[in-house]
């Protein structure tokens, strides 16, 4: 069942929040290791991203395949969460050194991201994707068949903070 734009902003306040910052990606990927791959360079993040490598997933496949009714939402909540983004990632923002192809990645998994919470259903694959950008790093890939494997985690930085 939708859920109306006021639902939405309360469930989804971490990720808004998250959109609200004016620096993206200042430090590197903070979150625990044991359950991802951190990448920390442009080709090897977009290497995990395709089929073409071998042992990873489709990533976009995927996340298509896990966001089940992310997109049956009304046109009203729909533009509602093209405003949200379009203001949360503006261009006067500062994102650091992260690559285009991630940033435009980035603002996909935002939108389906937003259209889970207002469907109601929040897979698990994409609590993964919110908790990695709310931890500083870029979803990028997933490595193995999922459910089982790891996602990779795209870092601006090989030096991480201690666990």
Request: glycine share 8%; net charge negative.
């Amino acid at each position: 069942m939708e859920k109306n734009w006021s639902q939405i902003l309360v469930e989804a306040k971490s990720l808004i929040d998250f959109l609200r910052k004016p620096v993206f990606f200042d430090r590197p990927y903070g979150g625990s290791r044991h359950d991802v791959i951190v990448v920390t360079d442009l080709v090897s993040a977009l290497s995990c991203s395709g089929h073409e490598n071998e042992g990873f997933e489709d990533w976009q496949a995927l996340l298509d395949q896990e966001s089940r009714g992310a997109y049956s939402l009304a046109k009203s909540t729909q533009n509602n969460i093209l405003d949200l983004i379009s203001d949360g990632l503006a261009i006067n923002k500062n994102y650091s050194f992260v690559p285009e192809q991630l940033l435009n990645n980035m603002e996909g998994d935002i939108y389906r991201l937003l259209c889970c919470y207002a469907s109601g259903e929040l897979p698990a694959l994409w609590e993964k994707v919110e908790r990695v950008y709310l931890e500083n790093g870029i979803p990028c890939g997933w490595n193995g068949a999922y459910p089982e494997g790891q996602i990779a985690v795209y870092s601006n930085s090989r030096e991480f903070p201690t666990e």
